[in-house]
């Protein structure tokens, strides 16, 4: 049975609402929800069975379509909660960041194989770009990236509740000049997507799925990739350990897990460009690029 999918879409008459894809059927479950912090928080301790309740409230909904019929757009899947990013998580990242770095990145060796994870801030849910929206490049970067990434949606106690698509814009050439300049190579307008919506799961693993990504460049494709995702090297439980480290999340979280599937080193994004990240069980995110 594939996980049920809550969406956040927007209704033209009444606004961002909440809806749940659960197999061929589209229900609205807003008012069971009332805001993705308030079921987030009322799930504590009891995940699996904050899941199931949805589930049975979306069977028993008003208002249901069947999946083809379903055509409200989509929006980002976050309300009220921080986005973060968890780096040097796949083999193939530390080595495309060493690669990156003047230096030689030695500091991406050792990370990657630290017992703390490298984690930063990545934006906050309303900077956040939802499916078919533009996300940025930096207009003073000469070498950037999408990096598609898994990303966990974590409650306030730091327990999983579920996975999304995640587009992590980067711009190499600023993080390679010097690690301390990451924040201006991660942090700017537009440079974090998110869609298109929450794949709902309980878990302590990894789901068993392939990561891809495709960019297309005035009709035709540029750069194709995949990785899958038992090849990220921590594990659930322990990303979300050192997140909640000395530092709450009351409304939760979404981390964004790393990436290995990195174009090579000539690429870089244009305007107009056309990223395409596809998660198994999730569903594809795809955004325009522009410069900002």
Request: aromatic fraction near 8%; proline fraction near 7%.
């Given at each position: ?18 809806v749940l894809q659960d197999g061929e ?72 960041r060493q690669e990156e770095a003047v ?22 849910a309303w900077r956040v770009i939802g ?162």
């Amino acid at each position: 049975m594939s996980d049920p999918l809550l969406l956040r879409v927007l209704d033209p008459e009444q606004g961002p609402r909440y809806v749940l894809q659960d197999g061929e059927t589209v229900s609205d479950v807003h008012d069971a929800i009332g805001s993705l912090s308030d079921w987030l928080t009322g799930s504590v301790g009891r995940a699996a069975e904050a899941i199931d309740g949805l589930r049975e409230q979306a069977a028993a909904a008003e208002t249901r379509l069947p999946r083809g019929e379903f055509a409200l757009p989509l929006l980002a899947p976050v309300d009220e909660q921080e986005v973060w990013a968890a780096g040097v998580t796949y083999e193939d990242s530390r080595k495309a960041r060493q690669e990156e770095a003047v230096d030689g990145g030695d500091v991406y060796a050792r990370v990657y194989v630290a017992e703390r994870p490298e984690i930063f801030f990545k934006a906050h849910a309303w900077r956040v770009i939802g499916p078919g929206g533009e996300v940025g490049i930096r207009s003073d970067a000469s070498w950037s990236v999408p990096e598609p990434e898994l990303g966990v949606v974590y409650n306030p106690a730091m327990e999983a509740v579920g996975f999304t698509v995640g587009n992590d814009m980067s711009s190499r050439d600023i993080e390679g000049a010097n690690p301390l300049y990451l924040p201006q190579a991660k942090m700017f307008t537009a440079s974090c997507a998110l869609g298109p919506g929450i794949a709902l799961r309980a878990t302590e693993y990894w789901p068993d799925a392939q990561i891809r990504m495709r960019i297309e460049r005035e009709g035709g494709e540029v750069f194709r990739g995949s990785i899958h995702t038992s090849r990220i090297r921590r594990r659930i439980p322990e990303l979300g350990d050192f997140l909640g480290r000395s530092y709450s999340m009351p409304k939760g979280a979404v981390l964004l897990t790393g990436t290995a599937i990195v174009p090579p080193p000539d690429f870089t994004l244009v305007a107009g460009d056309v990223i395409v990240i596809g998660i198994d069980g999730i569903g594809e995110l795809m955004n325009v690029a522009q410069v900002v």
